[in-house]
């Protein structure tokens, strides 16, 4: 079974660092795109940063720039999301995903794959 799974999510202080860890299971990370995304309670859901297959090109939301760093271990089949000067306006489910386009592309936030189930991020003021 091909699958993204999440992790790292927790409840932190305004102000706090996290990292989340999007890993693969049944599939070989290191071929995809991988973008992570986050829908937060009565908002659209946003797409926050993207990665590309080997790690050489990165972008990110206006909204997360300077604050989050995508990055990637292809070893370990995984990818990471360091978020860092965490806001109250952070708080969401942050979900990763194969993107479908080279991360450049100013749609890659609109196509990807299947999302994994997500971990919770909860920032208190």
């Known amino acids: 079974q091909t699958q993204l799974v999440e992790s790292g999510g927790g409840l932190v202080q305004s102000g706090g660092s996290l990292r989340l860890s999007c890993a693969a299971s049944?599939?070989?990370?290191?071929?995809?795109?991988i973008g992570w995304f986050r829908r937060a309670p009565g908002k659209d859901k946003e797409g926050i940063s993207c990665?590309?297959?080997?790690?050489?090109?990165?972008n990110y939301a206006d909204s997360v720039k300077g604050r989050f760093t995508i990055s990637r271990d292809n070893a370990k089949n995984t990818v990471y999301l360091q978020i860092n000067s965490l806001k109250s306006e952070d708080t969401a489910t942050y979900h990763c995903?194969?993107?479908?386009?080279?991360?450049?592309?100013?749609?890659?936030?609109?196509?990807?794959?299947?999302w994994g189930q997500g971990t919770q991020v909860t920032v208190s003021s």
């Open positions: 995903a194969t993107v479908l386009v080279p991360c450049f592309y100013g749609t890659w936030h609109t196509e990807y794959g299947p």
């Open positions: 990665i590309s297959s080997d790690g050489g090109s990165t």
């Open positions: 049944g599939f070989t990370l290191a071929y995809y795109n």
